[in-house]
């Protein structure tokens, strides 16, 4: 999928859609276009009712190098109003995503693993939310959700200084969930969203709700698990040590799903 000019490509296998940010004379840094056509993308892709869960990874070895700096001096365009949006679009898609990490993850690269339900790094990852270096205001949504996942000290530790970190702090910090050894990390992201694929959609839509902390749709969730016959399902096919066969069926709510 690697490519020349600066873009975005996606594939989906199996139900697992994999979309690769590739902008490779720069390190994967995303251009005002690739902000734009970034929640484009994804509203295709949740439209797509074989996709099951999303990767979000980098061309070769880095992850994103954050936004293309030269974009800065483009009048017509808001760099991070485009950032923002491509950012909500991807902690708002239906189903579990996943930022599988390697190389630098900064900037605006981290602003968009942030947004993805989990991250898993490869050994050697870097970290950094770098506006300081520019003389930016990082967006006040985006900061909150950094402090969601690593506490206020490590948030304000990235944003005073941008400075760099390592894995091992990521994980310590709660801004990673898994390390891999080096060679490891694509084989463990495929094992695992291969897991995601075959699991309960209704399961993980309602979690993924409750997780990010709406509070309107009880009811709605407990409506839909009753009649959804997915738990009759699952339980039948753990007594008969068989896969599951979940039906529940997310798409004609999606709407609803996403807040829209």
Not at 52 to 64: K, P, S
Not at 120 to 126: L, R, W
Request: charge should be neutral; include cysteine.
């Amino acid at each position: 999928m690697e490519r020349t000019e600066p873009g975005l490509e996606h594939t989906v296998v199996d139900g697992v859609a994999t979309v690769v940010i590739s902008n490779p004379a720069k390190r994967n840094a995303m251009t005002a276009a690739m902000w734009g056509a970034l929640p484009v993308l994804l509203d295709r892709l949740a439209a797509d009712g074989a996709v099951r869960a999303l990767v979000l990874t980098g061309a070769g070895n880095t992850f994103c190098a954050g936004a293309d700096i030269s974009s800065l001096r483009d009048p017509s365009t808001d760099p991070q109003a485009l950032a923002v949006a491509a950012e909500e679009a991807l902690a708002a898609f239906p189903r579990p995503t996943l930022a599988a990490v390697r190389g630098h993850c900064v900037g605006g690269g981290s602003q968009l693993a942030a947004a993805c339900d989990l991250r898993f790094a490869e050994e050697g990852a870097s970290f950094g939310v770098t506006p300081a270096r520019l003389g930016i205001v990082y967006p006040a949504s985006s900061t909150r959700r950094l402090v969601a996942l690593a506490g206020p000290a490590t948030t304000k530790h990235l944003l005073f200084s941008g400075e760099l970190i390592d894995t091992a702090r990521a994980l310590r910090t709660g801004l990673v969930d898994e390390v891999l050894p080096a060679g490891g990390l694509d084989a463990r992201v495929d094992a695992y969203v291969r897991t995601l694929a075959a699991r309960s959609r209704l399961t993980q839509a309602a979690a993924k709700e409750f997780a990010d902390g709406r509070r309107d749709r009880d009811a709605y969730w407990a409506d839909q698990a009753r009649r959804s016959g997915d738990t009759a399902e699952g339980v039948a096919a753990f007594l008969e040590r068989r896969a599951p066969r979940f039906g529940w069926p997310e798409e004609p709510d999606r709407a609803a799903v996403t807040g829209a």
